[in-house]
C-alpha cells in the first residue's frame, strides 16, 4: 500500500482561498464576488491585494450569479463565491439560464458543501448539489479532496473557458496531495493500485478510503484507490479500466446517493462494464447538527463504514 | 443620426415583422413587443452607439440586454434590420433548427443577442455584471436594459437595484415598460406595485419617466435625458408608459394578446394598419 502523509490538517476553503490569491497576483481578468462570507470563503488576501476585482454583493445570491455572468461579458473570469447551498439550490434558475444556457464563464465556488459542515445543521448542509449541478448541460463539477488540490484546482479552472462548479469543506481535514500538484480537470489519480475491488471516492471521502484501504489490506484485501475529483466530465476510461482488473466498485462521497458521483459510475459501469457496485453516500435523507466526524459516522460515511461496504462488494462479485 | 420619417417607416415595418412571425407558427408574443416597438427601434437606430458587427464583449460600445425575453419577435427584428443578422432568417422564429429560440439564446449564436432570457427577472442583473466590467475596462460606454413591469414582482430585481444604487453603478440605464398588463390581467389586479418611480428613487436611482412611450420623439428625447444623467454617482431608471399591443387596435389596452397570435383574418387586419415601408422579409 502507497504510504501516502498528512502533512496537517487544513480546510478545504483555505486551499480556495490560497488559489484565489494566487490567481490575483497571476491573471489580470479574475474577478472574485461574494455574498457575504468573506471570511468563511478565505478570500481577505485576494480582496486586499485587489479591491478592485472584488465585488462584495450582500446576502443575495440571485443577483450575485447574475452579475457574474454580466462580468464575463467584457472578457472577466468570476468567481462566486458563498456556501454551497446558496450557490446551488437557491439560485438554480438563475445558474441554468444565465449561466449554463448562456454559456457563460462562471466559476460558481462553493464552500461548506456536504454534512460535514456540522453544527449548523440540515438548513445549510446540501447534499444534493452535484446531482443538481451535474444536470446542467456544460458544466464542469469538481469536488477536489483537500487543502493542496483544492488550491491547485482552483487555479486550472481559471484557464479552463466555461462554467465550472467547485465543490469544496469547511472542517480541517488531512492535507495529504503534493503542494504543487498539476490539476487536470477529467483526469482521474491512481491513488493506490490493487487487484481484488475498486473504490471510486471524491472530496473528503478520498483520505477516509485511504484509511480504509489500508486497512483492508491487513486483511489481505488488494485495493485500487482512485481520486476522482472531477465528477464531470467523468473519467470513464480509468474507471473501466481498474473494474476491469478487480471485477468490483465502491464509490465514495458526502452526497446523496440520488443524483451523486455513484450514479455517474454506475450510468457508466452498466452501459460498457457491468460489475457490482456499492455506494457509499446518504442515503436520500436531510443530514442534522453534530461535529463532522460524528455526522460522517452517523450517516455511513467514513472509512469504517466504507470498508465494510468493500466486504458486501466482495461478497456479490462474480 | 436617423430622420424622424425613416424611423417611423422602420417602427412599422418592424410591427409588421412582429405579427407576420408569431402569425406563422401561431405563438408568441405579439403585445409586449408592439408596445415596446418604438423604444427599441429609437434605441437601436438612434440612442445606442455601436460598432459594425458583433462580438460577445462589445468593448468599446454600448450595450443592451433585454431582460423580458417574452418580446423576442420585437427583438429579432430590430437586430435583423439592424443588421446583425439576415432579415429572411426572420421567418425561422420558433422552428426547430432555428437561431431565432421562442425565447433570446447564446446556445445557438445569434448575433446581438449576449444573454439567454425568459425566466424573468435576471436582466438587470447581468446589465449591472456587463457595466462593472466596462468599469474595469475603462469603457466608458453605456449599459441599457428593458423589464417589463410586471416582471418587477421577481425578487431578484430587488436585490439588483439595491445593489446597483449602492455601487454607484452609473452607467446603467434601466427602462421599464410599464404597460400595467400581465398575463393574468392589470398588473393592478394581480399585484400591485405602487408608485415605481418613488420605489426607485427610494432605493436611490436617478429616475425620470416617458408619460407617452409610443412616441418616437419623446423616447429620443428622454433616452438623450437619460444618457445625460449617468456618470453621476447614480443608476439611470426609466420609467416608459407604453400601451401593450400599440399599433394594431385589437391588440391594444388589453393582456389578451400577451402571448396569443393573430389568425390569418386578423393578420390582415393588422398589416393594414402597419404599412409596408422597406420590404417584407
Not at chain 1, 111 to 125: F, R
Not at chain 2, 11 to 21: A, E, F, G, P, T
Not at chain 2, 89 to 94: H, K, V
Request: charged share 20%.
Amino acid at each position: 500500500m502507497k504510504k501516502y502523509i498528512d502533512q496537517g490538517k487544513k480546510d478545504t476553503r483555505s486551499g480556495y482561498g490560497a488559489g484565489m490569491t494566487v490567481l490575483g497576483r497571476t491573471n489580470p481578468k479574475v474577478v472574485a464576488l461574494c455574498a457575504d462570507l468573506v471570511g468563511s470563503l478565505k478570500i481577505q488576501e485576494f480582496i486586499n491585494e485587489n479591491p478592485e476585482r472584488f465585488f462584495q454583493v450582500g446576502i443575495a445570491e440571485a443577483n450575485m450569479m447574475g452579475i457574474a455572468a454580466g462580468l464575463t461579458i467584457g472578457g472577466y473570469i468570476p468567481f462566486t463565491g458563498t456556501f454551497a447551498n446558496f450557490s446551488t439550490g437557491r439560485v438554480y434558475d438563475q445558474i441554468r439560464q444565465s449561466i449554463a444556457y448562456s454559456g457563460k464563464n462562471v466559476k460558481i465556488c462553493a464552500s461548506h458543501a456536504g454534512i460535514t459542515l456540522g453544527e449548523d445543521g440540515a438548513t445549510h448542509q446540501i447534499l444534493e448539489d452535484i446531482g443538481l449541478m451535474k444536470m446542467l448541460p456544460g458544466m464542469t463539477v469538481i469536488n477536489p479532496c483537500d487543502f493542496n488540490q483544492t488550491k491547485a484546482a482552483t487555479i486550472a479552472i481559471a484557464e479552463h473557458e466555461g462554467p465550472v462548479y467547485l465543490r469544496f469543506g469547511r472542517p480541517a481535514v488531512a492535507n495529504f496531495t503534493p503542494a504543487d500538484q498539476n490539476f487536470e480537470i477529467g483526469k482521474a489519480l491512481l491513488l493506490n493500485e490493487g487487484s481484488d475491488v475498486t473504490i471510486v471516492a471524491t472530496g473528503h471521502l478520498v483520505w477516509q478510503s485511504l484509511i480504509a484501504a489500508e486497512n483492508l489490506e491487513s486483511k489481505g484485501i488488494s485495493v485500487e484507490v482512485i481520486n476522482i475529483h472531477t465528477i464531470k466530465p467523468l473519467d470513464e476510461e480509468a474507471i473501466i479500466k481498474s473494474v476491469k482488473k478487480t471485477g468490483a466498485i465502491v464509490t465514495a462521497e458526502e452526497h446523496n446517493y440520488l443524483g451523486g458521483l455513484g450514479e455517474s459510475v454506475a450510468r457508466t459501469l452498466t452501459t460498457k462494464y457491468p460489475v457490482a457496485q456499492e455506494f457509499i453516500a446518504t442515503q436520500d435523507t436531510f443530514g442534522e447538527s453534530g461535529t463532522p466526524d460524528q455526522l460522517m459516522e452517523k450517516y455511513g460515511l467514513d472509512n469504517k463504514a466504507i470498508e465494510k461496504a468493500v466486504l458486501r462488494v466482495l461478497k456479490r462479485k462474480a | 443620426m436617423s430622420e424622424l420619417k425613416e424611423l417611423q417607416d422602420l417602427v412599422s415595418q418592424v410591427r409588421r415583422d412582429i405579427v407576420r412571425m408569431v402569425h406563422k407558427v401561431n405563438s408568441g408574443h405579439p403585445g409586449g413587443s408592439l408596445g415596446c416597438t418604438e423604444f427599441m427601434v429609437a434605441l437601436y437606430n438612434e440612442t445606442m452607439d455601436l460598432k459594425e458587427g458583433f462580438d460577445m464583449n462589445g468593448i468599446d460600445e454600448d450595450l443592451f440586454f433585454l431582460s423580458n425575453g417574452h418580446i423576442s419577435p420585437l427583438f429579432y427584428s430590430v437586430l435583423a434590420r439592424r443588421g446583425y443578422f439576415p432579415v429572411e432568417e426572420l421567418q425561422t422564429f420558433r422552428l426547430l433548427n432555428s437561431r431565432l429560440q421562442g425565447h433570446p439564446a447564446t446556445h445557438e449564436g445569434l448575433p446581438g443577442v449576449r444573454i439567454a432570457s425568459g425566466s424573468l427577472g435576471q436582466g438587470l442583473s447581468v446589465a449591472i455584471g456587463a457595466a462593472l466590467a466596462k468599469k474595469l475596462n475603462n469603457d466608458e460606454h453605456l449599459v441599457y436594459s428593458l423589464h417589463g413591469d410586471g416582471e418587477l414582482q421577481e425578487g431578484q430585481n430587488w436585490e439588483a437595484i439595491m445593489y446597483a444604487a449602492g455601487n454607484k453603478v452609473d452607467n446603467v440605464i434601466a427602462t421599464i415598460d410599464h404597460n400595467g398588463q400581465q398575463i393574468d390581467g392589470a398588473t393592478s389586479d394581480v399585484l400591485p406595485m405602487g408608485d415605481l418611480k418613488k420605489k426607485f428613487e427610494a432605493f436611490g436611482w436617478d429616475t425620470l419617466e416617458i408619460k407617452n412611450g409610443n412616441n418616437l420623439e419623446e423616447i429620443i428625447q428622454g433616452l438623450k435625458e437619460a444618457k445625460q444623467r449617468t456618470g453621476k454617482g447614480k443608476p439611470v431608471c426609466v420609467i416608459m408608459d407604453t400601451v401593450m399591443g400599440h399599433g394594431v387596435d385589437f391588440m391594444m389596452h388589453t393582456h389578451a394578446w400577451h402571448g396569443k397570435a393573430p389568425n390569418d383574418e386578423q393578420l390582415e387586419i393588422a398589416l393594414s394598419q402597419n404599412p409596408e415601408t422597406l420590404g417584407d422579409y
